[in-house]
C-alpha cells in the first residue's frame, strides 16, 4: 500500500478526532502545523496516527533511504566548569583526578590512529575546561586540517563557543568566521537542551542560554556553513516546552536554512544529579522522533542515534521519521554510555550498519557530513554475512 494510502486510511477513520483529522490533512498537502497542533500531537496523538504521518513525510523526503557515516569521537575531556544536573561529566560529580585532560598532542595522536581507514568525520565535543580557549581550538581544528585535509572536522557546541570567546572578548560573529578560518567545517547539535528559561534554569543554570544558543548558530549560517540542532527531553519539561523549542529551531531555519538533520536525544539517569527522574518509555521517544518529523516541516534530516537508544529502537525509529543512524563511532565516546546508554561500547562495522538497516527494507547510504552520498549500499553485497546479524523486528510498515 502506498504510503499516502496509508494516511487516507487513517483520514477516514471515523474515531479520529476531527483536530488530529485537520493535523493529517496538513501533513497530505505538506502545510506546515502551528503550535497548537504540535502540543496537541503529544497530549492526544497514539503513536499508529503519528507513525503513519511521520512515514509518509520522511518517504516524501526520502523515499527508504537510510544514511549513516563513518566517523570517530574526540572528546578533550570528561571534567567541565559547568554543572548540568543531568550531565555525568559536571564538575560536582567529578574529582579532576577522575577525569581525562587530553593535550594537543594526545588529540591529534588520536586522528592520527585513522590515517589508514576511510572515516570522513571527526567530531570533537566534551566538557569546558580553561586551557581549551579560542588560541588552542584554532591551533588544533589547523592542524587537523593540515595533517588531514579530507577529514571533516565537525567541532563544538555553542556552549563551548559562546565560554571561549567571552574569555577573549570577542563577539560570536568574530569569533565563528576566527573558527572557520582554522578549519572549521560544521557544528554538531549539542548544548542545546531545552531552550525555555523555565527548564534551562533547573538543568543547565549557568551556560549559554537558548538564544545565545540560537544566536552562534545564527552567526555560523550567515558564513554559508551547515550545522545541526538537538533537543534533550524526557525530564522535567513539559510538552509545550519540547514545541517552543522546535518552534524557535523551526523560526532560525525559515531565516538562514543552515540546519541539515535535528536529533532528540532521550534524558538517561545514569550517574547524574537527576537520577531520581525516571526515563521515558520506548513509545514515548518514538512518538518524540514522529513529532519533531511532522513540526520541523524545513530540516531535512530526523536522526537517531543508535548508541544511545540501542539499535534495535534505531531500527524502530526508522519508521518513524527517523532517516539518519549517526555513524561507526569505533567505541570513540563515552557521552552515552557515561549517561546509561545500552551502548557501553559502541562501535559498529560499515557491514553491520548497512544489515542493520536493510534487515527492516530500508535502504543503506553511508554519507559524508554535508549528506553527500560517500557509498549506496543498496545492492552491495559483504563477502561475509556480518556478526552479529541483527534480528529482523515485526516493524510496522
Ligand atoms: S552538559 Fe556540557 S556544559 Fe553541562 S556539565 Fe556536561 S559537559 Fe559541561
Redesign the pocket.
Known amino acids: 500500500m502506498e504510503v499516502s494510502e496509508n494516511l487516507r486510511v487513517l483520514m477516514n477513520d471515523p474515531q479520529l478526532l476531527p483536530e488530529l483529522k485537520d493535523i493529517a490533512e496538513k501533513v497530505l498537502h505538506h502545510q506546515r502545523i502551528s503550535f497548537d497542533e504540535g502540543v496537541l500531537l503529544y497530549e492526544k496523538a497514539e503513536l499508529g496516527y503519528l507513525g503513519v504521518l511521520a512515514n509518509y513525510i520522511r518517504e516524501q523526503k526520502h523515499g527508504d533511504k537510510t544514511y549513516f557515516n563513518r566517523n570517530f569521537h574526540i572528546e578533550p575531556t570528561?571534567l567541565?566548569?559547568?554543572?548540568?544536573k543531568?550531565?555525568?561529566?559536571?564538575?560536582l560529580l567529578k574529582q579532576r583526578s577522575d577525569g581525562w585532560e587530553y593535550t594537543m598532542e594526545e588529540m591529534l595522536d588520536i586522528v592520527k590512529k585513522y590515517d589508514d581507514q576511510p572515516v570522513t568525520e571527526v567530531h570533537i565535543v566534551?566538557?569546558?575546561l580553561p586551557q581549551y580557549d579560542v588560541p588552542f581550538y584554532s591551533e588544533l581544528f589547523t592542524r587537523i586540517k593540515q595533517h588531514r585535509p579530507d577529514l571533516h572536522v565537525k567541532a563544538l557546541?555553542p556552549?563551548?563557543y559562546h565560554y571561549i570567546f567571552k574569555k577573549a572578548k570577542i563577539d560570536y560573529a568574530t569569533g565563528m568566521k576566527m573558527m572557520k578560518d582554522a578549519g572549521l567545517e560544521s557544528i554538531p547539535g549539542?548544548?542545546a537542551?531545552i531552550f525555555h528559561p523555565e527548564v534551562r534554569d533547573l538543568i543547565?543554570k549557568d551556560?549559554c542560554t537558548g538564544d545565545q544558543w540560537l544566536d552562534i548558530h545564527e552567526e555560523w549560517h550567515k558564513l554559508g556553513m551547515r550545522s545541526n540542532a538537538t533537543m534533550l527531553y524526557g525530564h522535567i519539561e513539559k510538552y509545550w516546552h519540547r514545541v517552543d523549542h522546535m518552534e524557535r529551531l523551526r523560526q532560525l531555519q525559515d531565516r538562514t536554512g543552515g540546519f541539515q538533520t535535528f536529533i532528540p536525544l532521550k534524558f538517561r539517569n545514569q550517574d547524574n544529579q537527576m537520577s531520581n527522574v525516571p526515563e521515558s518509555t520506548v513509545i514515548e521517544d518514538l512518538r518524540n522522533y514522529a513529532i519533531a518529523r511532522i513540526y520541523l516541516d524545513n530540516f531535512d534530516h530526523i536522526k537517531a542515534y543508535w548508541a544511545m537508544i540501542s539499535r534495535t529502537t534505531a531500527q524502530l525509529s526508522l519508521n518513524f521519521g527517523v532517516d539518519d543512524i549517526d555513524g561507526t563511532l569505533d567505541d570513540t565516546t563515552k557521552?552515552y554510555s557515561m549517561a546509561g546508554a545500552e551502548e557501553q561500547t559502541p562501535a559498529m562495522s560499515t557491514q553491520e550498519l548497512v544489515e542493520l538497516i536493510k534487515n527492516i527494507g530500508r535502504h543503506p547510504i553511508e554519507r559524508d557530513t554535508l549528506y553527500n552520498v560517500v557509498t549506496d549500499y543498496k545492492d552491495h553485497l559483504f563477502e561475509e554475512t556480518a556478526k552479529p546479524n541483527y534480528y529482523k523486528l515485526p516493524v510496522i510498515n
Open positions: 570528561n567541565c566548569v559547568y554543572d548540568c543531568f550531565c555525568s561529566y559536571s564538575r566534551g566538557g569546558v557546541t556552549v563551548e549539542g548544548g537542551e543547565a551556560k557521552i
